[in-house]
């Protein structure tokens, strides 16, 4: 049985320091067993033995002391033993935690008076330190004198994605679709530039004809399929796409006077062309420039008010798709017709038709049911398709108009020259006559798209059904009105003498038909003039009244604001 010389706190065996004060002890204590206290245990046996708490005496200049290893007593504190109160030697607190120099520390609590034949708790001098909490935690409290505040840190997590624009899901959509539409065009073209090679290398039987169409393939399979790409890229990359605008149309105007010119010049020295490789430049720009012109004076007339993203891949659609899907609908709904036509007792022959040869009246009928309902209205029904697609991106019917007549400039540049090549020889005299074909497709595509907007989006606007299914029927009639009288030609009788009536510039001779067709071109151009003014005129109005929209806010699309639609056409 061993005592503290310090405190006289009786000691556990082999303790080498006293658990109450801390003194060391002259040499390991060794106790029995009946006698000692365990921390927390039973009293030893014996009443004198045991040890009671006594009153605990704070000195007022007492201060806890620092936390260190073992025991630390604080100042004026003492022990009750046999009823008679102890005067410490030192102090008592409770056993300190290891130090830690991270942290800060607490206020400690007041001892705390224990029962008769036990120590008195001490009181905390100081709270030990504690090292913060390892782990994240969305909550940032601390109690008060026990943890230091950063115990708990603040969440570490990533915060959740802010959810997508309305309509981003269906851009990015809409940008792999153009994608995979790029590659699959590129692809083609490929394919038609081996057909090309084969045609220009080896002498082949259709000469111009097959090889400027294959050009024109090219030119919109390869062409049209990069730029694709392009375009597709940067929407995925959400960058905007800068405002549509060509130079002024009076520019590929006098270029196309200045290429339709130079051949009719050269057909007069000598009525041969040449190598067929000499007269494909002059052919395709023979094809190309009088559409563009066309485009360049609609654009700037409606004010431009699209991107170069959403034009380029409309007239690319027109160039190719909408080829595709008309080269495959016209046929089947041609075959259909001759079906239901040998059903009902009308004989006809699907090759004379196909070849506009008509055998009988039979064949007559069919063929004209072919070029005024069959072709029309697949041909005005697949161009818009690029501008239905990107109805929602739309921000007025100025540009669902000028998205419609870019697809269908796109397809009279591939069919025109398709036409243009069947001259072989004689292939100036086919490009006067289809230098306002662009005027027949790109006005019906545009009203086609404008009708459209208003059956989709047009809500709020007076007579606004009116307004788009009359779009719709005009693209309609307008193109039936020019194949019916291209029909006129194959009846035989005064009227087809009359179309075979040539008119002569220098030596070269046109047929009788193209005053017809001329003029039928000038009532196009003034409906496009009329249409174009009134929604330019609207278009314009809402820039003014509207403040420009951030470009990139919205990729893609124009940098004004959709303003309100309002009747007739304006918006």
Not at 21 to 49: K, Y
Not at 58 to 78: D, K, L, R, W
Not at 236 to 251: E, G, Q, T
Not at 449 to 457: S, T
């Amino acid at each position: 049985m061993m005592d503290c010389s310090h405190c006289g706190t009786p000691v556990t065996a082999g303790d080498r320091v006293c658990r109450v004060c801390g003194a060391a002890l002259d040499a390991p204590a060794t106790v029995p067993a009946q006698t000692r206290m365990a921390e927390g245990g039973a009293p030893p046996a014996g009443g004198n033995s045991a040890v009671q708490p006594g009153a605990i005496q704070n000195s007022p200049a007492a201060a806890p002391t620092a936390p260190s290893a073992g025991y630390q007593v604080p100042a004026g504190v003492g022990l009750v033993r046999n009823g008679n109160a102890q005067p410490a030697a030192s102090t008592v607190a409770q056993r300190a935690w290891p130090p830690r120099a991270d942290g800060p520390v607490g206020t400690g609590y007041p001892a705390y008076p224990g029962y008769p034949g036990y120590p008195a708790y001490p009181a905390q001098a100081a709270a030990a330190p504690v090292a913060p909490y390892p782990y994240p935690s969305q909550y940032g409290y601390a109690y008060p004198g026990q943890y230091p505040p950063q115990y708990y840190m603040p969440s570490t997590y990533p915060a959740p994605p802010p959810p997508r624009a309305k309509g981003e899901t269906y851009r990015l959509v809409l940008a792999w679709i153009v994608l995979v539409g790029s590659g699959l065009s590129i692809l083609a073209g490929l394919l038609m530039a081996l057909v090309g090679v084969v045609a220009l290398i080896g002498p082949t039987r259709g000469g111009l004809a097959t090889l400027d169409e294959d050009i024109a393939l090219i030119i919109g399979g390869i062409g049209g399929g990069v730029a694709g790409l392009y375009f597709g890229i940067t929407a995925v990359m959400k960058r905007p796409s800068v405002k549509f605008s060509l130079p002024p149309a009076w520019i590929f105007l006098l270029l196309t006077v200045l290429v339709l010119g130079t051949g009719v010049v050269l057909w007069n020295i000598t009525p041969t062309p040449g190598p067929i490789q000499a007269a494909l430049p002059l052919v395709i720009l023979s094809g190309a420039l009088p559409a563009l012109t066309i485009l360049a004076y609609a654009a700037s007339r409606l004010g431009n008010p699209s991107t170069w993203r959403h034009t380029t891949l409309s007239l690319i659609h027109g160039a190719t798709l909408a080829i595709l899907l008309a080269t495959i609908l016209e046929p089947l709904l041609l075959l259909l017709i001759v079906l239901v036509l040998n059903a009902i007792g009308v004989q006809v022959s699907f090759l004379n038709i196909l070849n506009l040869r008509p055998g009988s009246a039979g064949d007559a009928l069919a063929v004209l049911l072919l070029l005024s309902g069959v072709a029309p209205l697949v041909e005005e029904g697949v161009k818009p398709l690029a501008a239905i697609l990107l109805m929602p991106r739309l921000r007025g019917p100025a540009e669902a108009f000028l998205l419609g007549l870019a697809a269908g400039i796109g397809f009279d540049f591939v069919e025109t020259l398709g036409y243009i090549g069947m001259g072989n020889a004689d292939w100036i005299s086919i490009a006067l006559q289809r230098i306002g074909a662009g005027l027949l497709h790109g006005v019906g595509a545009g009203m086609a798209a404008l009708g459209w907007y208003y059956l989709l989006r047009g809500k709020g606007v007076p007579h606004r059904w009116l307004l788009g299914f009359g779009g719709l029927l005009y693209a309609v009639v307008q193109h039936a009105i020019f194949n019916g009288s291209a029909f006129l030609q194959l009846i035989p009788g005064p009227i087809s003498r009359l179309f075979a009536l040539p008119v002569f510039l220098g030596k070269l001779p046109l047929d009788g038909g193209t005053a017809l067709f001329f003029g039928y071109y000038l009532v196009i151009l003034g409906v496009l003039t009329v249409v174009t003014t009134r929604l330019g005129r609207a278009y314009r109005q809402s820039q003014q009244a509207s403040p420009p929209r951030d470009p990139g806010a919205s990729p893609g699309t124009t940098t004004a604001p959709e303003p309100q639609p309002v009747a007739g056409g304006a918006r």
